[in-house]
């Protein structure tokens, strides 16, 4: 069987369910896999095996899930065919089963096992996202702080019409009825201080499109090639569509999880494009790590030093972002980076160009803390003198996980690494004298509390001077040798955010359909 012949019988087979009807179901699968103690309706069909599954993302996972609702979005009717419906065990394993088999048929096409490490990169950055970025109040107070300051508050209302304040308050109001209902009138009967149906409507304008809108947007993106499970789609952008039934007008988030991230880490794709953003941006990430480290760094054993300008002759320049300092023994010089691996990497299988560019680009991030490095060795670092004894870590902290584990993309960044500090005219040798460090800011977080408790040194050393743990993800390493100390860790900025946001969305839960 063909690979057209594999869809054309999946879209065959979703063109004889209602929409309404599956985007329903498809809800309460993704609320069963993401949200802890949700029970399913009675009305809907789920198989013992299912229930009792361990781990159920192994017989219906989130991302199928995803690539189900697009499906349906683009193809179901409005009513179903003879009562063909998602809510029937049998009709759901089997839509299943033929997404997992039209994804096998697409990567035997176009990958192959020769390219299996490839290919476990992709399957990780599809995955663990629906792992690690669950619906979870700390990611919202992170992006909060992350785009409230003064020039990304300017920039996010001319780009939306709101201010970041609303944008995340009616976003926690449709947030918090979509964890108790798959849809909801246009118009929430939520009374929200200083808000009217207009900003609900701003919001409505860059998070949702009408069910026409949408699918014609899902029918211009679809491919049958390598990128079919793996390339960013519209839903991601507009996670909710509007639909008119019965005389109303109904707003439908099938998977709730999709507006967390359009709140979070998506808000950035609508900003992005506007001027002074990028370096706004930077900046507060920055800051905000330094408010991560003021928060987490309380041993007075250990010192965080800032960023600061000096001169070389007259060349002005500026320390590394931070560095973790225990005595005259051990410093971590910490850069931090906004920089994502892209759409386009996560999706490549046979063309990797857009890879090899995101590596390097990373790989230079790695070199520019190496460089600063060798000023601080020459003794240029107007806050930390020069020390012979002193061991040095470089690290560079990304905004997002980049997932660099195994074999495969360690691999290709360390190469580029070595490349570029050659190039650069710095000694290769550093790569093994100063093993540097990746982490996301979500790993820092951890980490950086970790360190607080049982000192930088054992830490750090305890990970990149072992062959095997210097190709573990920080996370992995922090979970495995210390999770005492994670268990331990104050919970971060919780006071913020409950300031910010505690009732709202337990207030939007009680709304009726």
Same mark, same amino acid.
């Given at each position: 069987?063909?690979?057209?012949?594999?869809?054309?019988?999946?879209?065959?087979?979703?063109?004889?369910?209602?929409?309404?009807?599956?985007?329903?179901?498809?809800?309460?699968?993704?609320?069963?896999?993401?949200?802890?103690?949700?029970?399913?309706?009675?009305?809907?069909?789920?198989?013992?095996?299912?229930?009792?599954?361990?781990?159920?993302?192994?017989?219906?996972?989130?991302?199928?899930?995803?690539?189900?609702?697009?499906?349906?979005?683009?193809?179901?009717?409005?009513?179903?065919?003879?009562?063909?419906?998602?809510?029937?065990?049998?009709?759901?394993?089997?839509?299943?089963?033929?997404?997992?088999?039209?994804?096998?048929?697409?990567?035997?096409?176009?990958?192959?096992?020769?390219?299996?490490?490839?290919?476990?990169?992709?399957?990780?950055?599809?995955?663990?996202?629906?792992?690690?970025?669950?619906?979870?109040?700390?990611?919202?107070?992170?992006?909060?702080?992350?785009?409230?300051?003064?020039?990304?508050?300017?920039?996010?209302?001319?780009?939306?019409?709101?201010?970041?304040?609303?944008?995340?308050?009616?976003?926690?109001?449709?947030?918090?009825?979509?964890?108790?209902?798959?849809?909801?009138?246009?118009?929430?009967?939520?009374?929200?201080?200083?808000?009217?149906?207009?900003?609900?409507?701003?919001?409505?304008?860059?998070?949702?499109?009408?069910?026409?809108?949408?699918?014609?947007?899902?029918?211009?993106?679809?491919?049958?090639?390598?990128?079919?499970?793996?390339?960013?789609?519209?839903? /991601? &952008?507009?996670?909710?569509?509007?639909?008119?039934? *019965?005389?109303? !007008?109904? @707003?439908?988030? %099938?998977?709730? =999880? +999709?507006?967390?991230?359009?709140?979070?880490?998506?808000?950035?794709?609508?900003?992005?494009?506007?001027?002074?953003?990028?370096?706004?941006?930077?900046?507060?990430?920055?800051?905000?790590?330094?408010?991560?480290?003021?928060?987490?760094?309380?041993?007075?054993?250990?010192?965080?030093?800032?960023?600061?300008?000096?001169?070389?002759?007259?060349?002005?320049?500026?320390?590394?972002?931070?560095?973790?300092?225990?005595?005259?023994?051990?410093?971590?010089?910490?850069?931090?980076?906004?920089?994502?691996?892209?759409?386009?990497?996560?999706?490549?299988?046979?063309?990797?160009?857009?890879?090899?560019?995101?590596?390097?680009?990373?790989?230079?991030?790695?070199?520019?803390?190496?460089?600063?490095?060798?000023?601080? /060795? &020459?003794?240029?670092?107007?806050?930390?003198?020069? *020390?012979?004894? !002193?061991? @040095?870590?470089? %690290?560079?902290? =990304? +905004?997002?996980?980049?997932?660099?584990?195994?074999?495969?993309?360690?691999?290709?960044?360390?190469?580029?690494?070595?490349?570029?500090?050659?190039?650069?005219?710095?000694?290769?040798?550093?790569?093994?004298?100063?093993?540097?460090?990746?982490?996301?800011?979500?790993?820092?977080?951890?980490?950086?509390?970790?360190?607080?408790?049982?000192?930088?040194?054992?830490?750090?050393?305890?990970?990149?001077?072992?062959?095997?743990?210097?190709?573990?993800?920080?996370?992995?390493?922090?979970?495995?040798?210390?999770?005492?100390?994670?268990?331990?860790?104050?919970?971060?900025?919780?006071?913020?955010?409950?300031?910010?946001?505690?009732?709202?969305?337990?207030?939007?839960?009680?709304?009726?359909?």
């Amino acid at each position: 069987m063909t690979i057209q012949d594999r869809y054309r019988r999946i879209r065959n087979q979703v063109r004889r369910l209602g929409r309404r009807d599956s985007l329903y179901v498809v809800w309460a699968y993704a609320q069963y896999l993401q949200v802890n103690d949700f029970e399913f309706p009675s009305d809907i069909e789920v198989s013992d095996q299912f229930r009792r599954a361990e781990i159920p993302q192994g017989i219906i996972p989130e991302w199928t899930l995803e690539q189900l609702a697009r499906e349906v979005i683009r193809h179901a009717g409005e009513e179903a065919d003879r009562g063909r419906s998602l809510r029937q065990w049998g009709t759901m394993a089997e839509l299943v089963t033929q997404l997992r088999d039209l994804e096998e048929a697409i990567y035997v096409a176009h990958g192959g096992p020769e390219r299996i490490h490839l290919e476990i990169m992709r399957i990780a950055h599809r995955q663990f996202v629906w792992q690690q970025q669950r619906l979870n109040w700390r990611w919202i107070i992170r992006y909060y702080k992350l785009f409230n300051t003064v020039q990304i508050a300017s920039i996010c209302s001319a780009a939306t019409g709101l201010s970041v304040d609303q944008i995340y308050l009616i976003g926690m109001a449709y947030l918090g009825n979509s964890l108790r209902n798959y849809r909801s009138l246009e118009r929430l009967n939520i009374q929200i201080p200083g808000l009217d149906q207009g900003h609900f409507d701003r919001f409505l304008g860059f998070t949702s499109l009408t069910h026409f809108e949408l699918s014609n947007r899902l029918r211009e993106e679809h491919t049958l090639n390598e990128g079919y499970a793996y390339r960013y789609s519209s839903l /991601r &952008e507009f996670p909710m569509v509007r639909i008119a039934y *019965a005389g109303q !007008r109904e @707003v439908i988030c %099938a998977i709730p =999880t +999709l507006l967390f991230w359009r709140m979070t880490t998506g808000l950035y794709y609508s900003l992005r494009p506007n001027g002074g953003f990028p370096t706004a941006f930077g900046q507060s990430f920055q800051a905000y790590v330094g408010q991560v480290l003021a928060a987490r760094i309380t041993n007075p054993d250990l010192a965080v030093l800032g960023e600061m300008e000096y001169r070389v002759g007259r060349h002005r320049k500026h320390t590394i972002d931070f560095i973790i300092r225990q005595g005259e023994e051990v410093a971590l010089f910490a850069e931090c980076k906004t920089m994502r691996l892209t759409w386009a990497s996560k999706a490549g299988l046979t063309d990797l160009t857009a890879m090899d560019q995101d590596i390097r680009k990373l790989a230079g991030a790695v070199v520019q803390v190496y460089r600063t490095i060798q000023e601080y /060795r &020459e003794g240029h670092y107007p806050n930390l003198p020069f *020390a012979a004894a !002193r061991q @040095v870590f470089p %690290a560079v902290v =990304t +905004l997002e996980d980049w997932y660099f584990f195994g074999h495969d993309l360690p691999d290709r960044l360390e190469r580029a690494v070595r490349t570029a500090l050659v190039a650069g005219d710095l000694p290769e040798a550093w790569v093994q004298d100063m093993p540097y460090s990746i982490f996301s800011i979500d790993e820092f977080e951890s980490a950086s509390g970790v360190i607080n408790a049982v000192g930088l040194r054992n830490f750090i050393s305890g990970k990149v001077n072992n062959p095997e743990l210097r190709r573990w993800a920080y996370d992995g390493y922090c979970k495995t040798y210390y999770m005492n100390e994670l268990a331990a860790l104050p919970r971060l900025f919780r006071n913020e955010y409950d300031a910010m946001f505690a009732g709202l969305a337990q207030q939007a839960q009680h709304q009726g359909r």
